[in-house]
């Protein structure tokens, strides 16, 4: 059985309201896969680094797989091992996926934390050919489905998340934040349950989040105060191992 790998995530708005700086916490070890959206302005990089970073930190044997298909904003990264950009991010999902298939047939008995990192999933398919994308969505589908046995999570980021781009695999990503307001397709996709508790209100770096289905709470992203840091803590998770 695996540790437990629980990672600070973002603040409890309710909490803060009194006064009080709560985390939320991802235990990435029950709630393996995440899905964060927001359009631009909305601070979902400036999370998704942070969440990036605090893996690094706590969880220092992780190994990170960062799929940059915008190609924008981690360009810190462009000289580490696991770092893709652009079209190379088919070899860095393959490349993980491959490492996927090698621990779970059985030569790799490690289990420290592998995780793949891919901003802009939906842009990256709609790059693909009709044939090449439907091969992607397969292998994003085996990994999210069979990656917890064996320490392999997925967080994907983009600007809308889209039932085209889910079809099939949304139920597997157990963790869901939306930055911002949300559009009325991803109110249906994913909070349809927690629809009436929804308003119009959000601003740049707060949102909701859904755990498991079952747990909706209203958030707002830290402040960080050393991006140095942040930065150093990415890039050795990239780099780990390689």
Not at 22 to 35: E, F, K, L
Not at 75 to 97: I, P, V
Request: some cysteine; aromatic content about 14%.
């Amino acid at each position: 059985m695996m540790d437990k790998q629980i990672i600070p995530l973002v603040y409890d708005e309710d909490m803060l309201k009194l006064q009080h700086s709560i985390y939320i916490h991802w235990d990435i070890t029950s709630n393996p896969h995440m899905a964060i959206q927001g359009v631009t302005g909305m601070g979902k990089t400036y999370l998704v680094k942070e969440i990036l970073a605090r893996i690094g930190l706590y969880l220092p044997t992780s190994e990170i797989t960062l799929c940059d298909f915008k190609g924008d904003d981690f360009t810190f990264l462009k000289n580490c091992g696991r770092y893709y950009r652009f079209e190379s991010c088919m070899a860095g999902f393959d490349s993980f996926y491959d490492s996927f298939l090698h621990r779970q047939a059985g030569p790799d008995f490690s289990r420290n934390l592998h995780l793949l990192m891919f901003d802009e999933w939906g842009s990256f398919l709609n790059y693909l050919d009709k044939k090449q994308a439907e091969e992607y969505r397969k292998k994003l589908s085996i990994i999210l489905m069979m990656g917890r046995s064996f320490n392999y999570h997925v967080l994907l980021a983009q600007q809308r998340l889209s039932a085209e781009d889910f079809p099939k695999v949304r139920d597997n990503f157990n963790t869901i934040i939306t930055l911002g307001n949300p559009s009325k397709e991803v109110i249906g996709m994913f909070f349809n349950d927690f629809r009436e508790e929804i308003k119009n209100d959000r601003g740049m770096g707060s949102g909701y989040v859904l755990s498991n289905g079952t747990d909706f709470r209203k958030i707002v992203v830290p402040t960080a105060t050393n991006i140095k840091k942040i930065d150093f803590y990415i890039k050795r998770a990239v780099e780990y191992n390689t």
